[in-house]
């Protein structure tokens, strides 16, 4: 049954990201045809600037959120509830001013000069709304509002698509900064009146009690937050440096389709195995938890990554221009330091949920230096092309310190059936790749994503049925 549960929970998830992503997708494409490699590049570094402010004075929130809330008894989850809304109000100031205090020396910093700290500010003013979506989002995701949740994205993905579009055609740059402002704006409102509905504000007040907690997981969890944006903020530095901005641009294309076509399953963690996994009674639990959740996100991704891993060239000829070439043998290595995340990242969400705070900091830290100084080494031998290469060397690294801390803390490896599965896909990728490499032509790959994607469906509603056949736990 939890396997069932965490498979339909992650579906839901994932089509309500699929449509967030497509859209997102469509906003880079007509940015690649009307502006060019630049333009994408420089969605890539405005996007980057606001996730370092916003992991800044987020404070974590978003996930503290969810697990002060999910793991408290019913007489406790009002004065949590009022902490959440408190703090998150006052993060949302606080990232407002953020952002008027650094864009200008961040913008000449990256860009050496001032041209674009008009687009960086106007793309900064998404920082505080983002924050509250994330205080919003942590109260609908602990009161198990998936559906809501879900609805809600794709509403907001759509509207934001529908209107951005124009401001990109009519004002370029500045429009592209305009857009991604907008599509922060869309979610906050709906995210907020979805929370009004389910989780309506109360008379209670927020205790120094209740926040604490959020202080101090939210603190480790800033510091977690943080280095991931800026370990990919001084990668785009350096990929500038090195290469130019349309050579960011091509890296930016080849990270985007490759992380965020199988994202759902990331989406899905955040959104329904870390609240679940929160509330676990004991370790043994947990661990069982963490383990069905990598099977599933191997079940669920797998035909993302086969499709992607095959048919390359198409996807990024589809979502980006013939221009965008250069992006092809980036994505590769990408796909597979993807792949590894299916492993290391619910061992992640594990160790944020049940482990110590200082345990978490130091492995994402280390974590991320290394994903930082990989292309810093990589790139005078290799070019652009060791920036990718070094991004999976570098979950090759984060892979196996995550399992060592994980046997280290519980004493047992992962379960035989978990590596088996992880083994299987694994050969399952190579071979879809070694297959069609040698055939020359954009649409070969489609054979084995639809065998591969055949039989993950079938395992998937073979999975369901067999739980309905089960008596309810």
């Not at 290394?370 to 070019?383: A, C, D, K, R, T």
């Not at 490499?437 to 067999?466: E, K, M, N």
Request: proline fraction near 4%.
């Amino acid at each position: 049954m939890p396997f069932a549960r965490i498979l339909r929970s992650s579906a839901l998830m994932g089509g309500a990201q699929v449509v967030t992503l497509a859209t997102g997708f469509v906003r880079t494409k007509i940015v690649a045809l009307l502006i060019g490699p630049s333009g994408v590049g420089l969605v890539g570094v405005l996007t980057a600037f606001n996730g370092n402010i916003t992991a800044l004075a987020g404070w974590g929130l978003g996930t503290s959120g969810v697990r002060t809330i999910a793991g408290s008894s019913n007489e406790e989850k009002a004065g949590k509830i009022a902490a959440v809304r408190r703090f998150g109000a006052l993060l949302s100031w606080l990232g407002l001013l953020a952002m008027v205090l650094l864009f200008w020396p961040i913008g000449w910093v990256t860009f050496k000069g001032s041209d674009y700290s008009a687009e960086l500010f106007i793309a900064g003013m998404a920082i505080p709304l983002a924050i509250a979506t994330s205080m919003w989002s942590a109260l609908l995701q602990a009161h198990g509002q998936l559906k809501t949740l879900a609805k809600s994205q794709v509403i907001s993905a759509l509207i934001g698509l529908l209107v951005g579009l124009p401001l990109i055609y009519y004002f370029g740059s500045k429009g592209v900064a305009g857009s991604i402002l907008l599509a922060a704006a869309v979610p906050a409102f709906i995210t907020w009146r979805a929370a009004r509905r389910y989780c309506p504000p109360s008379a209670m007040t927020a205790s120094p009690q209740d926040i604490k907690p959020l202080i101090q997981l939210g603190g480790a969890l800033m510091i977690v937050g943080l280095s991931a944006q800026v370990s990919a903020y001084v990668i785009r530095l350096v990929i500038i440096r090195h290469e130019g901005l349309a050579a960011a641009g091509y890296y930016q294309a080849a990270f985007a389709i490759a992380g965020s076509l199988p994202g759902f399953v990331f989406m899905a963690m955040s959104a329904d195995f870390f609240p679940r996994i929160a509330a676990a009674k004991d370790e043994i639990e947990a661990q069982y938890l963490t383990e069905k959740q990598i099977q599933a996100g191997l079940l669920l991704a797998l035909p993302f990554l086969v499709a992607l891993l095959t048919m390359g060239k198409l996807c990024i000829r589809l979502l980006y221009a013939n221009t965008f070439d250069a992006s092809i043998p980036l994505l590769t290595w990408m796909i597979w330091g993807v792949f590894l995340r299916l492993i290391s990242w619910p061992i992640g969400y594990w160790m944020l949920a049940r482990g110590s705070s200082s345990t978490v900091i130091v492995v994402e830290i280390v974590g991320n230096i290394i994903l930082v100084l990989m292309p810093i080494v990589l790139m005078p031998f290799y070019g652009l092309a060791g920036a990718a290469t070094g991004f999976f060397l570098s979950y090759v690294c984060y892979t196996i310190i995550m399992m060592i801390v994980s046997f280290r803390r519980s004493g047992h490896w992962l379960g035989r059936q978990t590596l088996a599965w992880f083994t299987a896909a694994a050969i399952i990728l190579g071979l879809s790749q070694w297959l069609t490499v040698w055939l020359d032509g954009l649409y070969w790959g489609l054979i084995p994503s639809l065998i591969v994607t055949a039989g993950c469906a079938w395992l998937y509603f073979h999975t369901l049925r067999q739980a309905k056949e089960l008596p309810l736990d």
